[in-house]
């Protein structure tokens, strides 16, 4: 919860900074009039570990799709989830943002997942910082719920390239 708080006081604080992912082709300080797509690597317990592809839509909307899947021996692990996320009024350094995710875990020998709450549920904060070049590092912290019961505050992040 404390990391909750400090995310959100670290957004707030930064509410007057203007930010806005730019693409290669673009300055940091204009809006879209077009969707702009990144591809890259994500890693969180909500939507998961493995590659990314992020669309940010002309409006101040994004969404994200990660997945990930590797086979050691006879266990199988793989993990599937999505992200939507709404700015919030930004410029040219940092974009801020609510999101939310929902992803499924599995672990274990093919037909049986190993892991007690397979199925998570999250919502929260995240910041993203363009660099020079159309690649953006971002982080968040997302209060997370597992199908088993559980909730905690965990963080995720991120690194995409946009084009």
């Known amino acids: 919860m404390k990391t909750l708080l400090i995310a959100l006081c670290f957004i707030v604080a930064k509410g007057s900074v203007q930010a806005q992912v730019a693409s290669p082709d673009r300055s940091a300080n ?11 690597l994500s890693a969180g317990p909500v939507t998961g570990f493995g590659f990314s592809f992020r669309e940010h839509l002309p409006a101040e909307i994004a969404y994200e799709i990660v997945g990930g899947i590797v ?10 989830g999505g992200e939507l996320q709404i700015d919030f009024p930004h410029g040219e350094e940092i974009r801020a943002y609510v999101a939310a995710g929902m992803g499924f875990f599995y672990s274990g020998p093919p037909g ?8 998570r549920i999250g919502a929260g ?8 070049g159309g690649i953006s590092v971002a982080g968040e912290v997302l209060l997370t719920y597992f199908s088993d019961g559980t909730i ?7 690194i995409h390239y946009y084009f």
């Open 30 to 40: 204009q809006r879209f009039d077009r969707p702009i797509f990144g591809l890259g």
């Open 71 to 80: 086979k050691v021996d006879e266990k199988l692990h793989y993990n599937f």
């Open 112 to 119: 049986q997942n190993d892991l007690n709450g397979p199925l």
């Open 125 to 132: 904060f995240g910041v993203e910082k363009g660099i020079p």
């Open 152 to 158: 905690l505050p965990l963080p995720q992040a991120g």
